[in-house]
């Protein structure tokens, strides 16, 4: 069974930094391609960030580039996203996603910035 669980949301003021992880479990991790999207209320969800399977890659949204950072760590199934400068545009919920033949999600964390 595929398990992907996000934590590390919660309140922050603006211009505050939060750390979101993402733990898998039940996939051979090494193998995903991994990302963070993210949806606010009555939006669509967008890609956040990602990184490569191997050499670990990052790519980022035009929004967060050079306020976020995303990395992985293959020994410890997981990732993180590093969210520095926030705003309170960056409000959503965040969901770690895996995809190699298939795609998983987590269930989501809540980021709330606050003006």
């Known amino acids: 069974q595929v398990q992907l669980v996000e934590s590390g949301g919660g309140l922050v003021q603006t211009g505050g930094s939060v750390r979101l992880s993402c733990v898998a479990s039940?996939?051979?991790?090494?193998?995903?391609?991994m990302a963070w999207y993210r949806q606010a209320p009555g939006t669509q969800r967008e890609l956040v960030a990602s990184?490569?399977?191997?050499?670990?890659?990052?790519s980022y949204g035009d929004s967060v580039k050079d306020r976020f950072t995303i990395s992985r760590d293959n020994a410890k199934n997981a990732i993180y996203l590093q969210m520095n400068s926030l705003k309170p545009e960056d409000t959503a919920v965040y969901y770690c996603?895996?995809?190699?033949?298939?795609?998983?999600w987590g269930q989501g964390t809540q980021v709330t910035v606050s003006s």
């Open positions: 996603n895996a995809v190699f033949r298939e795609s998983y």
């Open positions: 039940g996939i051979t991790f090494s193998d995903y391609a």
């Open positions: 990184i490569l399977s191997s050499r670990g890659r990052a």
